[in-house]
T-cell receptor, first 114, second 112 residues
Framework: DTAVSQTPKYLVTQMGNDKSIKCEQN?????MYWYKQDSKKFLKIMFS???????INETVPNRFSPKSPDKAHLNLHINSLELGDSAVYFC?????????????FGPGTRLTVT | GESVGLHLPTLSVQEGDNSIINCAYS??????FIWYKQESGKGPQFIID?????DKRQGQRVTVLLNKTVKHLSLQIAATQPGDSAVYFC???????????FGQGTRLTINP
């Protein structure tokens, strides 16, 4: 059973287009995240949602808009795509338990903007 | 500001040898640390964690050491196998932070 799933796995699009990435978790976690991983493998948090409410927005351009229809889903919509948006985007989820903050990651979506 | 860094971006070891991956952090408020393994084309996968009230924790073939005095974290992998080849990340957080801060990552290559 897939714990955290993302679609699509690969996304190739042209500058200026609008695209969405979807994420679902079946772990029953309350918190979900979006991360961006650049070509040097650096992982940077973008957004965090807890029970459908935004709790972290890490200085991300407002072309990026997350949406959480329910606590099992966190989608990422990107408007007016730019070359610099090319990266791998990871969704993750977590549920704090006894002071542990382990996050479970999806397989990633490789976005290429041409 | 917060930062979590790694001393070595790449590390090559012979199969069967032990490897040590190091990580430095600067936020003295951090009280929870995780090591993740990321294989090519996959998402990061949890390896082991440690809270700041401990200085050592062991798992299967892995040991995490925490030195709060110098804000240093290390991951030791015993008897490395080809499947250990991956990028390894340390991450840190503290109660109330609501996020993990990831280090730079170290690419570990196991040579046959």
């Amino acid at each position: 059973d897939t714990a955290v799933s993302q679609t699509p796995k690969y996304l190739v699009t042209q500058m200026g287009n609008d695209k969405s990435i979807k994420c679902e978790q079946n772990l029953g976690h309350d918190t979900m995240y979006w991360y961006k991983q650049d070509s040097k493998k650096f992982l940077k948090i973008m957004f965090s949602y807890n029970n459908k409410e935004l709790i972290i927005n890490e200085t991300v351009p407002n072309r990026f808009s997350p949406k959480s229809p329910d606590k099992a889903h966190l989608n990422l919509h990107i408007n007016s795509l730019e070359l610099g948006d090319s990266a791998v985007y990871f969704c993750a989820s977590s549920q704090e338990t006894s002071g542990r903050y382990e996050q479970y990651f999806g397989p990633g979506t490789r976005l290429t903007v041409t | 500001g917060e930062s979590v860094g790694l001393h070595l971006p790449t590390l090559s070891v012979q199969e069967g040898d032990n490897s040590i991956i190091n990580c430095a952090y600067s936020n003295s408020a951090s009280d929870y640390f995780i090591w993740y393994k990321q294989e090519s084309g996959k998402g990061p996968q949890f390896i082991i964690d440690i809270r700041s009230n401990m200085d050592k924790r062991q798992g299967q073939r892995v040991t995490v050491l925490l030195n709060k005095t110098v804000k240093h974290l290390s991951l030791q992998i015993a008897a490395t196998q080809p499947g250990d080849s991956a990028v390894y990340f340390c991450a840190e957080t503290h109660q109330g932070a609501q996020k993990l801060v990831f280090g730079q990552g170290t690419r570990l290559t196991i040579n046959p």
